[in-house]
């Protein structure tokens, strides 16, 4: 029955993606890092 918490909120983890600059460069699609990601998360 997959990995669902009952009564948890479904998320779209393409919507939660984010672009970061490394090393000079744009990288699309990375996780956003652990306070915006909570912030996410608690909204």
Partial sequence: ????????MLVDFLNIRT???????????MTPGKAEF???MQS
């Fill in 1 to 8: 029955s997959g990995a669902h918490i009952p009564g948890a």
């Fill in 38 to 40: 909570e912030e996410l």
């Fill in 19 to 29: 672009s970061r600059e490394i090393d000079d460069r744009n990288v699309r699609y």
